[in-house]
């Protein structure tokens, strides 16, 4: 499933387009930047409220497929701008990390 | 990170880069003022001003093996996120210093976790250069100065010598339980 199709399938809004087409292979939850980067999987679709440049960063060192901003978080500029440069998705949706968790898994194809 | 002192280790590292060969590290607690700070000093190769703008930029790095940088950020990052401040003083050829101020009552607040085996650790890893640590807490403090260590050691003793760590971690449990003790 590509980060467009992802998207689609949350209702999401597509707050930086970045690269849609790059496939999502799994997922992580987390806001505490610094433990999301040692243990953000390559390829995931990642939840967190923390739309700030060092979000973006970790994203790209992980190379995360794309950031989903759940609960209407907010994305600071410098990081909008900054994920456009790097290529990477940022999907903002309603739902907390919880329920959007249980949709991505849904989604694809992972049951527990 | 999840316990300060990791970061501390992290950006104490920048400094070890720089060619620094005395790296002080000052971390102070006041209770009553609510605040904890963390303050690196080093005697490096230092940084022209727009360096230091571009340290806070986790897309900024010295490393060519990745083209991130997330320890300077993530110290500015979580020092703001408790109320505190951050900043960075360098002059070129001088050194530079580092200071994150916090606030520990905050929700956000990160313990400061094992800043004594951070220190023990640097100090370990870099036998050859030396560390200013001052640990102060409510009006007590106590410093460990590898300088004085080396006197009393003489030549022959390195400090990455295992009974010297020991030592070092010893007498860094002790003080800091001794900062700790009710007045």
């Known amino acids: 499933m590509t980060v467009q199709e992802l998207a689609g399938g949350l ?9 849609l087409s790059r496939p999502v292979e799994t997922a992580y939850v987390g806001d505490l930047l610094s433990w999301v980067m040692a243990r953000l999987p390559e390829g995931a679709a990642w939840m967190t409220v923390m739309g700030n440049l060092n979000a973006v960063a970790v994203c790209s060192l992980k190379d995360g497929a794309c950031i989903i901003l759940t609960e ?37 194809g992972e049951t527990a | 990170m999840r316990e300060l002192a990791l970061n501390v280790m992290d950006v104490a590292q920048n400094s070890i880069s720089a060619g620094a060969s005395l790296i002080t590290l000052t971390v102070a607690e006041d ?29 900024y790095t010295t490393r060519t093996t990745r083209k991130v940088g997330l320890g300077v950020p993530l110290f500015k990052m979580e020092a703001e996120m408790t109320g505190g401040s951050f900043s960075i003083r360098s002059q070129k050829g001088k050194g530079t210093v580092l200071e994150a101020v916090f606030v ?39 410093t460990m100065d590898t300088r004085e260590l080396r006197q009393i050691l003489g030549e022959d003793v390195p400090l990455n010598d295992p009974e010297v760590s020991e030592w070092i971690a010893g ?7 001794l900062l700790k003790e009710e007045m």
């Open chain 2, 104 to 142: 520990p009552s905050h929700v956000d607040m990160i313990p400061l976790g094992d800043i004594s085996g951070t220190v023990r650790l640097l100090v370990t890893c870099n036998p050859t250069l030396d560390f200013l640590y001052r640990r102060s807490r409510d009006g007590r403090e106590f």
């Open chain 2, 31 to 59: 209770s009553a003022a609510d605040r904890l700070s963390i303050t690196l000093e080093d005697n490096g190769c230092g940084m022209t001003e727009e360096q230091v703008r571009s340290v806070v930029d986790p897309f």
């Open chain 1, 72 to 108: 209407n978080a907010a994305l600071d500029d410098n990081a909008r701008q900054r994920a456009g440069m790097e290529d990477i998705p940022v999907l903002r949706v309603e739902p907390g990390s919880y329920e959007t968790a249980l949709r991505v898994a849904a989604l694809l």
């Open chain 1, 11 to 19: 209702g999401a809004e597509i707050l930086v387009e970045g690269d």
């Open chain 2, 171 to 177: 007498y860094l449990e002790e003080q800091t339980a």
